[in-house]
């Protein structure tokens, strides 16, 4: 499975994003797809993750009124859409994906896309 994240950009507070994560390769309908962040300074966290079928979602308490995860089956993508975004927002997002049981840990992601880089100003 490769996966390639993109929409990360320079926002201001308040305003909305859409990251994407397009995925390849083997058993997609297996996945468990995943958003992880990393501001600076700090360790990798759990933002948001939605099984292939979408029957299964979950959110991180900091983000869970603000985004939503979704996915496009026909284009083999996840989605991830951030509105009223802050400054504490700031961090590299990475998309992650695991082969079967819905599990947000992520030391259970086996699939890691590359960084993208989101920047809300104040």
């Known amino acids: 499975v490769q996966l390639q994240a993109s929409g990360g950009g320079l926002v201001q507070a308040g305003d909305s994003l859409r990251l994407s994560c397009a995925a390849s390769?083997?058993?997609?309908?297996?996945?468990?797809m995943g958003w992880f962040r990393q501001a600076p300074g700090k360790e990798r966290e759990f933002v948001a993750a939605?099984?292939?079928?979408?029957?299964?979602?979950d959110y991180a308490d900091s983000v869970k009124d603000r985004s939503t995860i979704s996915r496009d089956i026909g284009k083999n993508t996840a989605y991830l859409q951030m509105n009223s975004l802050k400054p504490e927002d700031t961090a590299v997002y990475y998309c992650?994906?695991?082969?079967?049981?819905?599990?947000?840990?992520?030391?259970?992601?086996?699939?890691w896309g590359q960084g993208t880089l989101v920047t809300v100003s104040s």
């Open positions: 992650a994906a695991r082969l079967g049981a819905f599990i947000t840990a992520q030391r259970m992601y086996r699939y």
């Open positions: 390769g083997r058993f997609l309908s297996s996945l468990v």
């Open positions: 939605i099984s292939w079928s979408g029957g299964t979602i």
